[in-house]
């Protein structure tokens, strides 16, 4: 598939914005009852709200480009190893609700993450936040946007600890989660229950750094680039690429500047 082949960013996120207004707000807004959920195998939430969402991107988007692959959180673990064995050229991958424990709380920070992966590389992303009407786009090599505003991170000019960490402990070594609390080197710290907020928020300059124990492929396939491409930085704990073809999770260090982003680095060790 060429690049003039690719599908239009603007296209990909009217079709995430119709569908998340459609499937995801009138559930939402009438609350959900303990039969509309179930757990995963991981331990994880899931509710109807994340069935329809990725039935109805599913469709719609084999619908419009009927030959690119299509990897999902909620495909069945056998279709999602098959695709990752033998990845087709050109792929998406979806979180249809990311932030499912929130939503189903009736917390409202969650969003669909969608991207595009191409020889393994996102090259397409786009994450949209229904509550706030916010569409974070980016494609590779052509900067990030929000709601069509183009965004820049510019160094924030801060030491480490007068910095904003989003700094999810769930996933993290336990000996590098209690050094976290005992001896903070940032000013304050969050965590939203929903990474592909995350990831967009840090594009869009709500947070200076970021780290995470275990984020999946679909975690971080479009927020990655929506980050990368506004200008932030973003590495694993062990300085590699996150974005491996694999069912593995990965961790993930971020910083909006270099300075940011070394001092963060240096501190972890």
């Known amino acids: 598939m060429t690049i003039a082949m690719h599908p239009n960013p603007s296209k990909v996120d009217q079709l995430l914005r119709i569908a998340a207004r459609e499937e995801l707000l009138p559930r939402f807004a009438r609350g959900f009852s303990q039969a509309s959920r179930q757990m995963k195998l991981d331990g994880s939430l899931l509710t109807e709200a994340d069935l329809a969402m990725n039935a109805r991107l599913r469709e719609e988007l084999a619908r419009y480009w009927p030959d690119i692959g299509f990897l999902s959180e909620e495909a069945p673990m056998e279709e ?3 695709l990752l064995r033998a990845p087709p050229p050109l792929f998406w991958c979806l979180d249809p609700l990311d932030g499912t424990s929130n939503f189903a709380a009736g917390l409202p920070f969650f969003a669909v993450s969608l991207a595009l992966i191409e020889e393994g590389r996102s090259i397409l992303g786009v994450i949209h936040d229904p509550i706030r009407n916010e569409s974070f ?3 590779k ?4 946007t929000c709601n069509g505003k183009r965004l820049i991170l510019e160094a924030a000019n801060i030491p480490l600890e007068s910095s904003i960490a989003l700094v999810n402990f769930k996933h993290l070594d336990a000996q590098l989660a209690l050094r976290l609390m005992q001896f903070p080197p940032y000013g304050s710290q969050r965590n939203y229950g929903a990474s592909a907020l995350e990831w967009a928020w840090l ?3 709500r947070g200076h750094i970021a780290l995470h124990g275990g984020q999946w492929i679909w975690d971080v396939a479009a927020g990655s680039l929506i ?3 506004a200008g932030g930085v973003c590495t694993t704990l062990d300085g590699g690429e996150f974005l491996n073809l694999t069912l593995d999770p990965c961790s993930v260090i971020a910083a909006r500047d270099d ?3 070394m001092a963060w680095r240096d501190w972890l060790g």
Do not use: H, M, N, P
Request: aromatic residues 10%; negative net charge; without cysteine.
């Open 137 to 139: 786009v980016a494609a």
């Open 227 to 229: 980050f990368t491409e």
């Open 141 to 144: 090599g052509q900067g990030t």
């Open 80 to 82: 999602q190893r098959d």
């Open 259 to 261: 300075a940011l982003f």
């Open 203 to 205: 594009a869009a300059g």
